[in-house]
């Protein structure tokens, strides 16, 4: 689509009008384009979170305050954040972005990342620069954007409006994209655990060392499941001297014993690939 056209379809649909969910009319004062009621079925994770990757803690856990996946496992980078248990609702905003071309929505869920975060850390980030989990050059050509780039852009320009109100002392962060794609991988839902961190390590190259050399990193991506490829990310980004990793996501699982009842959300990343 040309600029002009998009911008001719701005003005006669202009953003935030409708609801993101549910497609009903906003009165202009929402600031996810989310509707009262839609906002209201989202599980958001405001307490009790783990305090290694962050997910919504079940009540067994939240006395440790570590889920049960992170006191089985160790994982690479240091600390994750998430704004939401992924649900049906977050699956739907998340499996729009992936596969519905609805690259717009990544607005709303970048601001969503940038309150959850200010929420958590104020207004003074504390990385030197923030990244994003690359998709594939295949899938890159298949989809035409990467929803993972898109929500990072979002993300930092909602951190810079708020940024604006709160004078932060230290400078923003960085937005750079510091990893690329090393293979294809091959689809995660058919994999276990082990297959796909398997199947993940390797797969993520630094581009320029020097960019991450010494330096604190947020990597954002859409979903937290089990963190095999946020995991395999991190690995890159130390190997190549970054300092510190967190991560960022929309959306998480659930706090399960096991695999059990857990949504995955890798479900369908390579439904082009196998028909
Ligand atoms: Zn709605
Ligand atoms: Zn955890």
Known sequence: MTDMISEALDMLFPRGIYCICCGSILDGSRPYAVC??????????T??????????LSAMNRKRRICYSCAEREHSFDKGYTCAQYGLYERAIVMDLK????????????????????????????WDAVTWVPVHRKRLA??????????????MDAMAE????????????????????????????????????E???????????ENVRGK???????VYTTGATLDACA??????????????????????????????PDEGYDRKERR
Request: with cysteine.
């Open 36 to 45: 009262d009621d839609c906002l209201g079925k989202f599980s958001w994770i």
């Open 235 to 264: 690995i890159a980004l130390k190997a190549a001297g970054a300092r510190r990793v967190e991560v960022l996501t929309f959306a998480s699982g659930g706090d399960y014993a096991g695999t059990r009842g857990e949504d995955d």
């Open 216 to 222: 604190k990193i947020l990597i954002i991506d859409d």
């Open 99 to 126: 596969y519905r071309d609805k690259s717009y929505l990544t607005g709303s869920v970048g601001r969503i990342m940038a309150d959850r975060i200010e929420a958590e850390l104020g207004a003074d980030l504390p």
């Open 47 to 56: 307490e009790d979170t783990c305090s290694v990757c962050g997910k919504p």
């Open 162 to 197: 708020k940024t604006e109100r709160t004078e932060r002392p230290g400078g923003m962060p960085s937005l750079e994209g510091l990893l690329e794609r090393a293979q294809s991988t091959r689809p995660m839902k058919d994999l276990g655990l082990m297959e796909r961190m």
């Open 199 to 209: 199947n993940v390590s390797g797969a993520f190259r630094v581009k320029r060392e």
């Open 142 to 155: 298949e989809r035409g954007y990467d929803q993972a780039e898109l929500i990072a852009t979002a993300f």
